[in-house]
């Protein structure tokens, strides 16, 4: 269990300090955060709408914080490349998340093709009914990716790697309240940059 934490910790630490310089960026991921708590407990009532919820609010802010406010050059700050950055990433760096999202968008095509997805949905008669089917649809696509990249770590690391990043995917919205939550007014303040990002163990 010791090994265990210690690694939750470092890839939490590693996400953080590679990825989260930006006071944008921490206050987006305060908003996904929030979004995927709500998510979470829709998820128990209502399992296409907390699909929903989690790639049009939670998703979409996460990752525009990433793709559009953190810098991309050399990391001052860690003495690290973008491209070791993305080399040692342990879930999905930007290039798969590009590979995901561009899944996440074209998904709802098949809808198209096959109104009842194959017999696995009933065709939608109402845009509500599309609605729906389009996230149970972003249900399956979310749980099978992180069900891919976990077996993808168990091949590639082991899986203590895989099973370790999976509990930091679904821990990262309590997490991310815990370390961001004040991010909102630092912006607010004009600062653009955490000044002591990257110096500290979260």
């Known amino acids: 269990m010791s090994s ?12 953080h300090r590679y990825y ?16 995927f708590v709500v998510a979470y407990g829709l998820l128990w009532v209502d399992p296409a709408l907390a699909a929903l919820v989690a790639w049009l609010v939670s998703m979409v802010t996460r990752q525009a ?17 973008q491209a070791y950055k993305e080399d040692v990433k342990v879930g999905y760096n930007l290039s798969r998340k590009r590979v995901l999202m561009g899944i996440w968008v074209a998904s709802p095509l098949l809808l198209v093709w096959q109104p009842d997805l194959f017999g696995l949905l009933t065709a939608h008669a109402t845009w509500v009914d599309l609605a729906r ?8 696509v979310g749980v099978g990716g992180l069900l ?3 077996v993808q770590l168990f091949v590639l690391k ?17 997490n991310d309240i815990r370390l961001y939550h004040r991010a909102p007014l630092q912006l607010l303040r004009g600062e653009m940059v955490d000044p ?4 500290k163990h979260v």
Do not use: C
């Not at 265990?4 to 996400?15: G, H, K, P, T, V």
């Open 133 to 140: 089917n389009v996230g149970w649809m972003w249900l399956a």
């Open 148 to 150: 891919f990249r976990m």
């Open 158 to 174: 082991d899986v203590q790697t895989g099973l370790v990043w999976v509990t930091k995917i679904l821990t990262d919205p309590f």
């Open 65 to 81: 914080g990433h793709f559009f406010f953190e810098p991309l050059g050399y990391d001052e700050v860690n003495q690290a490349t």
């Open 20 to 35: 989260h310089h930006n006071r944008i960026n921490q206050s987006l991921h305060f908003i996904s955060a929030i979004s």
């Open 4 to 15: 265990f934490m210690n690694a939750l910790r470092e890839q939490r630490w590693d996400d």
């Open 196 to 199: 002591a990002h990257g110096l």
